[in-house]
């Protein structure tokens, strides 16, 4: 992200808050409003603003601003400023940023387009299912429009494809069909259905990453409506395949994986198999994959038995990133942070993180070079999206 950023119009604006901050925090500003005049936010452009900020927010300045805690936002009465309370530091922008309205999406990285993809979701206060295709880029979201999609869906799984260049759709649930066991791809824009020979049994809330060290897409488990698997698929070159491993996680759904590149494969945390009891059975294993075969770890210390949080890789930092999740069924949403590496798992304790959820979408956003996540269910459906780097969880939207 640094090296990315080097227009001279940013680094300019870059200047202009670190001496902004660097004054307000050297004088010992306890509570004050400092605003760009007009004429200086239309000439560095917002875009270019936010993106300056969002360095600064990420503990990029000077050790006089590193401590302080940041939150973008959006209002209607100043053109363009930075708010200091009581060392706390807010940008605020005119125009306020439009996205995706709220829910549970389905949502992964698209290297090849460069762009976090979001697909459809699910929002069970209005009972809508969600068809729109949107992108994420550079701190803004766009609607796209494909002229063929997959049908409106929650709880679909989608991740990208590093071998065949493309993502891949599978599954969920729908208002027609519940549940789904379709695939699809995406690639520059254009959504196309596949038809392999064989496909993973139809179910909802699978879980599936790219293996980067065996070279295809891993899909475990699911809820088919009936019960939850326990069946390892593949795939690569357009087909599924089944792996049938002696050792292998018990059956769930809803559970948390990703690729591990700082180790050398895939780790699986949780989940929940909803019909060994009324509220289920959540879990609270670790397990890896590599070379085909499925390994029980056994970390001294680990989160909480919980389903439908989020995982992913942070390249940035490189760890794998969990947050949220539910402790009870779709209830006791959670809020807290871990990382997972060298096969062990640590607790973060970030100032600022967000509100507790379930069902939320996050992946590392390789063009931004944070983790990003959005939306989720915390009784209410949400729609505002954070970044992660570094530790530290910085609000972008909503």
């Not at 605020?92 to 990285?109: C, F, H, I, N, Q």
């Not at 697909?119 to 295709?133: A, P, V």
């Not at 931004?368 to 999206?385: M, S």
Request: aromatic share 12%.
């Amino acid at each position: 992200m640094r090296a990315r950023f080097a227009a001279p119009g940013f680094l300019a604006v870059v200047s202009v808050l670190l001496v902004i901050l660097s004054s307000a925090v050297f004088i010992g500003l306890p509570i004050g409003r400092l605003v760009f005049p007009p004429s200086v936010s239309s000439a560095v452009g917002g875009n270019e603003l936010r993106n300056a900020f969002n360095v600064l927010c990420h503990h990029q300045g000077p050790p006089a601003v590193d401590s302080a805690s940041c939150r973008p936002s959006s209002a209607s009465d100043l053109p363009c400023g930075i708010t200091i309370v009581r060392g706390e530091s807010e940008c605020v922008s005119a125009s306020p940023v439009l996205g995706p309205s709220s829910r549970s999406p389905t949502m992964a990285y698209d290297p090849a387009d460069g762009y976090v993809l979001l697909f459809g979701g699910f929002n069970s206060n209005t009972l809508t299912y969600m068809s729109d295709t949107w992108e994420f880029q550079g701190g803004k979201w766009t609607e796209l429009h494909p002229a063929a999609h997959p049908e409106s869906r929650g709880a679909a799984t989608m991740a990208y494809d590093g071998a065949d260049g493309y993502m891949v759709l599978f599954g969920g649930c729908g208002a027609s069909s519940c549940p789904f066991g379709d695939t699809w791809t995406y690639r520059a824009g254009i959504w196309t259905e596949l038809h392999p020979t064989l496909s993973p049994t139809p179910s909802t809330s699978t879980i599936m990453t790219y293996d980067g060290r065996d070279g295809y897409i891993l899909l475990f488990g699911g809820d088919t409506g009936l019960s939850d698997l326990s069946s390892t698929w593949t795939f690569r070159g357009g087909q599924w395949s089944e792996l049938t491993p002696s050792v292998h996680p018990p059956a769930r759904s809803s559970g948390f994986i990703s690729n591990d590149r700082k180790d050398g494969y895939v780790v699986l945390f949780g989940g929940s198999d909803p019909y060994l009891g009324r509220d289920g059975t959540n879990l609270a294993d670790t397990w890896k994959f590599i070379g085909g075969k499925w390994t029980e770890l056994h970390p001294g210390n680990h989160p909480a038995a919980r389903n439908s949080g989020s995982m992913s890789y942070d390249a940035a930092d490189g760890y794998v990133l969990l947050f949220g999740g539910a402790t009870q069924g779709s209830s006791g949403a959670l809020s807290n942070t871990w990382k997972f590496l060298g096969g062990e798992w640590k607790q973060l304790a970030p100032s600022i993180h967000p509100s507790p959820r379930t069902l939320q979408g996050m992946t590392f956003d390789s063009h931004d070079d944070f983790i990003f996540l959005f939306g989720g269910y915390n009784g209410n459906y949400l729609a505002d999206w954070w970044s992660y780097s570094h530790g530290v969880w910085v609000e972008l939207g909503s």
